[in-house]
């Protein structure tokens, strides 16, 4: 987000007389965004710069990904307030539900923008979770990643999907040089010859601290053991419980809905009402929702599973997450049979 910031106050302002003061003026109309389902570091960071966060909403009808269309009326909107969007975040498997923003759409929606406006909104992917699954390349077909090539960053967490223990952020920059821009300051005391001559690559200018973390061994470990073979044969098994699991939970409609998924691993349910339930939809809602949560406290209390959870358009879900080295199918099974007998003792102390 600094180096989109200083891209942005680049090009509207240059290196003029009046930058310093113009820039203060301009900042308060920056504008960072983000859908409803973005990860909270993205207001985190806009909050740490000074600057205007604001959310396009999403929902269940657009399956909580942020579409074309929508950052398209948002734009609109935001032009009629006189606000400069500079810095989007597009995500590829949001927290919640494992959703992917539709890249396509929206690449297409800003580069109206620039060509209307002159103006560029650096575009951000953010695939923390489900970036690992890029390896495989039915992945990259589906989810249509060549369109990344036309974005500006992309971070993903290594240390989340791909057998790497925390930490392993991997941010990619499409144009260092605006990160470079934003970070160098020089300092007498770092004067060398190798950096003068461009013979190093000087991490302390693309990040606040001068001295970094040596990562890249575990990560060439984790590579050299499993090989690109290995590594996606974990990602797919991975992705094979999950769907394993949405298929039990088929199997007891009378118990479960699947509200989102199965997705990069992910499944989010809840318990549905019970049958032959009368009532406003309301009651209905909340009803489900007092037994989903009793259900996953019950489950998270058992010791046996561990699942988090969620509220999607005012409905409690259950996320439950297959992606660990460790679990096999025979886990799946013991989880959903556990699931069975906790929703049905839920449900029998409610009556
Ligand atoms: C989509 C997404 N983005 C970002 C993050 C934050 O990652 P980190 O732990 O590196 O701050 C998460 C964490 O769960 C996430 O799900």
Known sequence: MVAAREKFLHERLGDGEWREENMERLKGRMVVLGSSATHSSTKKAAKIL????ETIPVDGVDG???????????????????????????????TDTCAVDDF????????????????????HVDAAHAGAALICPEVRGKIRANVFEDLHSFDTNMNKWMLINLDASCLFIKDRNWLTCAFSVNQAVYDNHHSE?????????WQIPLSRRFRALKIWFVMRTYGVKGIR?????????????????????????????????????????????????EDKLS??????????DKANGSGKVWVTSTVLDGRYAIRFMTAVSTTE??????????????AEEVQRAEV
Not at 67 to 83: D, H, N, Q
Not at 245 to 266: H, I, Q
Not at 329 to 342: Q, T, W
């Open 197 to 205: 001559g461009g013979l190093v690559t000087d991490y302390r200018e």
């Open 104 to 123: 396509e759409g929206i690449s297409e929606v800003l580069k109206a923008y620039t060509q209307d406006t002159n103006r560029d909104v650096w575009v």
């Open 64 to 94: 909580y990904a942020l579409s074309g269309v929508k950052l398209k009326t948002y734009l609109v909107r935001l032009r009629e307030r006189e606000l400069e969007p500079f810095f989007l975040t597009a995500t590829m498997g949001t």
């Open 233 to 281: 044969e974990y990602i797919r098994k991975t992705i094979g419980l999950a769907e394993w699991f949405e298929e039990l939970l088929k199997t007891r409609e009378d118990l479960f809905e699947t509200v989102a998924g199965p997705s990069f691993a992910l499944v989010v349910f809840r318990l549905v009402g019970k049958v032959g339930q009368e009532g406003a939809a």
């Open 287 to 296: 009803e489900g929702n007092k037994l989903t949560r009793s259900l996953c």
């Open 50 to 53: 000074g600057l205007r966060f």
């Open 329 to 342: 199918k025979k886990h799946i099974d013991m989880a959903f049979e556990l699931f069975v007998k906790l």
